[in-house]
C-alpha cells in the first residue's frame, strides 16, 4: 500500500474533475444472487448458481446464497440506505428464475417484488439501471444446454420482452447482460463458474448465444420501452507482460484479445477477432446468416466494469501462461490495483471503435477483510482505490472519452460467487449472523462528497 497516503482517508476531488459535473451520475451496483436470498420463496425456480453452489468444493467455504443478504425482505432497508448515502442512482439485477416459470409464464409474485422496489428507488428520486441477466440462468434452461443451446437465446428475448412490458416506464437504463466474457468463460471455459463446464468450444459457443440473446432482446426493449437507454455491460481487462521477446508482447495482445475484443467486436465491428482462433485454434462458433447484423444493433450506452491487470508471457506454442507481477499492490481478490488499465484501455477503445457508445463505468471496486470496530470500519485502502480509479476515469474523460457516469461495486457486502461471503466488496459491511448493515468509512466520505456536490452553487 503507501502509495499516496492523502488519498486514503479523502475524498476530495480536484476542483478541475469531472466529479464535480451533477450530470456525471455517481451511484452503487449489486446484481439479485449475490444480496436476495429467499431463493424458494414466492414460487422462485432454481438457477444455476444453486445448483453450482450447492456441489462441495465449488464455492469457497460451502456458502450459497440462499440467504445472502436477506435483501429479497429488507428491500425497504436497503432503499433507504442507499437515498442516505446520498446516491443519485442505483444498478441492480433481475433474478430470471423469480419472475417466470418453466413454461415461460409470468410470475406475478416475483414481479411485484421488482416493481415496487423500482418504484420505491424512483419515489426517492435514484435513477434505476436493470440488468436482466446476471448470471443466474433458470436451471431447466441449463439442463437443455444452457447458453450453448441456441434456443436459450430466443427464451432470453421472450424473458425481456415480458420485463419490459412489465416495468416499461420504471427503469432508466437496461442492460441486457452483465460480462458475457464471465457467464461464457468461467461458465463453460474454465469451468470457474456455474455451470462448471470447462471446454473452450463451448464457451465459444455459449458466447455466441449469450450475444444473440442479447441483440434479439434490444429489438424487443426498444419496441417495449422507448424512452429508456438500452446496452449491455462488458468487463474488460488490461494485459502486459514482463518478457522480453515478441512471443511475450503477442501473448499479451492476444489476452487483451480474448479479454475484450471476443465481446466488443462482434458488438461494435459485427465479427469476432481472428486472434481468438490463433489463442484457442479449432473454437470457431455455430454462426448462423443474420446472427452478427443482430448482435450488433446500435446501443445507447456501453457498461464498463473494470477491476485489475494481467501479467502474461508467451506459453512457447500460440497461446499465453499467467505470472502475477511481485511487489505490485493487491486487493483481498489478490488481483493488482492498476487504475492506469481502466484510462488507457477507455482511450484504446476510442481509438478502436469509431460508433463506440457513451459509457458509464458500471462497476468498480475492491474487496477487503474489513471487520467493525467500535461500531465503525475504517477501509482507507477502498477510498485509496476508489480515488485512483475515479482520477482516471478523468483522465480518460480529459482525454475526449465520453463517461456519463460511474457505479461502485458494490453497495454492500455480499455472495461473491465462486469465493463466497469471505471477500468483501461492499461499501457497507454485512454482518451475516444478525443482517445488520454498517456504513464503512468509505461510504461515509462519498456520502458527504455527493452532499457537497449537490449543494454546489455553480
Ligand atoms: C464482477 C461481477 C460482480 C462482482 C464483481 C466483483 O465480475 O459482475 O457480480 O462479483 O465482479
Known sequence: MGQDSALTTAF?????????????????????????????????LPSIWD??????????????????????????QDVDLIHGLNMEAYR????????????????????AFYRELLQSLRAKGLKTFVTLYHWDLPQHLEDKGGWVNRDTAYRFAEYADLMSRELAGLVDAWSTLNEPWCSAMHGYGTGHHAPGKADNKLALQAMHHLLLGHGLAMQVLRRNDPAS????????????????????????ELFEIQQ???????????????????????TEPVVEEGDMAVIAAPMDYLGINYYFRTNVRSDGAHGYTEIPLDGVERTQMGWEVFP??????????????????????????TASDDAVQDGAVNDAQRMSFLNRHLAAVDQAVKAGVDVRGYFIWSLMD????????????????????????????????????????RNRQD
Not at 229 to 252: E, F, P, S
Open 12 to 44: 476530495a476531488p480536484p476542483a478541475d474533475s469531472v466529479l464535480w459535473r451533477k450530470d456525471f451520475l455517481l451511484g452503487v451496483a449489486t446484481a439479485a444472487y449475490q444480496i436476495e436470498g429467499a431463493t424458494g420463496e414466492d414460487g422462485r
Open 260 to 282: 475484450n475484443n471476443w465481446v466488443l467486436d462482434p458488438l461494435l465491428k459485427q465479427s469476432y477477432p481472428q486472434g481468438l482462433f490463433e489463442l484457442w485454434p479449432g
Open 414 to 453: 455480499n455472495f461473491e460467487w465462486a469465493f463466497g461471503y469471505e471477500r468483501r466488496f461492499g461499501i457497507v459491511h454485512v454482518d451475516y449472523a444478525t443482517q445488520k448493515r454498517t456504513p464503512k468509512r468509505s461510504a461515509e466520505l462519498v456520502r458527504d462528497f455527493l452532499a457537497k456536490r
Open 92 to 111: 441492480l439485477s433481475i433474478a430470471w428464475p423469480r419472475v417466470m416459470d418453466a413454461a415461460g409464464n409470468p410470475n406475478p409474485k416475483g414481479i
Open 51 to 76: 445448483t453450482f453452489s450447492a456441489i462441495p468444493g465449488k464455492v469457497l467455504h460451502g456458502d450459497t446464497g440462499a440467504v445472502a443478504c436477506d435483501h429479497y425482505h429488507r428491500w425497504q
Open 229 to 252: 437507454l438500452k446496452g449491455i455491460v462488458a468487463n474488460i481487462g488490461r494485459g502486459t507482460t514482463d518478457g522480453g521477446t515478441a512471443a511475450d508482447r503477442r501473448a499479451a
Open 340 to 365: 492506469d488499465g481502466l484510462r488507457d484501455l477507455l482511450i484504446g477503445f476510442r481509438g478502436e471503435y469509431a460508433n463506440l457508445p457513451p459509457i458509464y463505468i458500471t462497476e468498480n471496486g
